[in-house]
């Protein structure tokens, strides 16, 4: 890659300044303060902190661009490309680990115009979006027809299908409905050159590789997702909510493994450690000191009856107790909630991140242990839970934070308990990102977990963007 590839582009040069206003209606470029100062962060603590760059402070774009239809997205990225300014695709700057921060200035591309549902296909159960629509929203148009979408992150209000897709995100409910990789059957993408590749939305197809999913998880790296097809179900006709305590993890996951692997599938299943369970155990009169186990079941009710009663049955006989409704109720009325993190970041001297890797079952309590034992003498209050469950393993979060005497010490604290955390998830063999993906802040283990891997992504990288405009700097990809 040349010096100016790799320069950070705090103004457009005046010939391509005038180029671009005159590929654009009035209206879709700015360079309005207020609108660079927003997109030059997304929800990545560091970022939230004014601290994306360490002591180098916050870069801004050069401006911001909205474009209303694909052809404009396309005219932009053909302009970049002649011109080599970075671009860096904004959803709604949910993003935890430093995606949307344009870290070498120029064009912010935020998606927040193509805010339409743009079809809902009731006898194929398909759902067609512009890429900037809110999940809270097209949750609700779904809901209005019967339907739903079954993808709940805990972001749902505040980020954007393309989002999901660009950081191959996981909600909630995954265990049932699948991760956006499972949903997304369709994409528009506006490659980094300008032209635009549209995917049929069909149930499989053997016409060679899914190229569609080299854009799911790509963050802004290879391309602007403009459309999105997703598949979509029926409202489920009952929901159940339950919650149990184990006497350790071991018993705890291999009861969960159990109920998977012998093919029920609860929507939500999550295991709290003892400290992240505490509140909500003392909360209802509960025993402390034990794993809490949270479920929800989704679908018919004769499904629903059925499948909470075989969970319940299995945890029993791996040394649970019964907690009923209660506390699995206290969860699903607070799931949106992120005060434990937003409250610790916006104070001077706080910091807060969860770092959710994912194992095999047979190594996630060494994952566990290791991770938090590594994190503990960098972050004062460590724990976490197992959530996201498949036949063959989980996700594992481990949630961190601290209080120090001010930000500099907070940074130091943030990235000492971060490099101990990679470093120990790298060693027990464990993937580094289960859903919020690399970004800024898990660059610089990408190698690490990829191997040669990593090369033959940057010779796709190379070849989709020949003047390296995408999103510089993010997925590990620059070399
Ligand atoms: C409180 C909280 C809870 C969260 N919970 C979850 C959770 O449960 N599950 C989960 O998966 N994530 C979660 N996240 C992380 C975040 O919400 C997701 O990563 C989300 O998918 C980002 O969507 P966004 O629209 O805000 O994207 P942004 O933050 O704007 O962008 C994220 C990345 O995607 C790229 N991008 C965005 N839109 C496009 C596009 N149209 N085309 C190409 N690239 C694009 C950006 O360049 C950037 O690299 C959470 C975040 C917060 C703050």
Redesign the pocket.
Known sequence: MTEARQATVEEIPQNALEELTGLLPAGTWSTDPTARQEHGR??WSLAVKGRPAGGQGETLPAGVVRPTTTEQVSDVLAWATRHEIPV?????????VG??VPNRGGVSVD?GAFDRVEEVDEENLLVTVG?GVLGGDLEAALNERGFICGHY???LY???V???V??R????FSSRYGNIEDMVAGLEVVLPTGEVVRTKATPRSASGPDYKQLFVGS??TLG??TRVTLRIWPQPEAQALRALSFPSFGAGLEAVRTVIQGGVRPGVVRLYDPEEGRPTLERFGHNTGRWLLVLAFDGSRRMVEFEEEVTVETCLRFGAVDLGREPAEHWEKNRFD?SW?TGRVAMPGGIADAIEVAHVWGRLEETYDRMVEAVRPHMSEVFGHVSHVYPQGASLYVICRALEADDDAAERAYQDGWRAAMQACLETGATISH???I?LQRAPWMQAEHGTGLDALRRIKRALDPAGIM?PG?LGLDE
């Open positions: 997304d929800t860096v695709p904004y959803g709604a700057g949910s993003g935890v995606g949307a998606l890429a992150p805990q972001s505040i980020s954007t393309g989002g999901w660009a950081t995100g996981s909600g909630t963050e802004g602007v997702i992120a993190l859903h919020h993906g970004g999103n993010k």
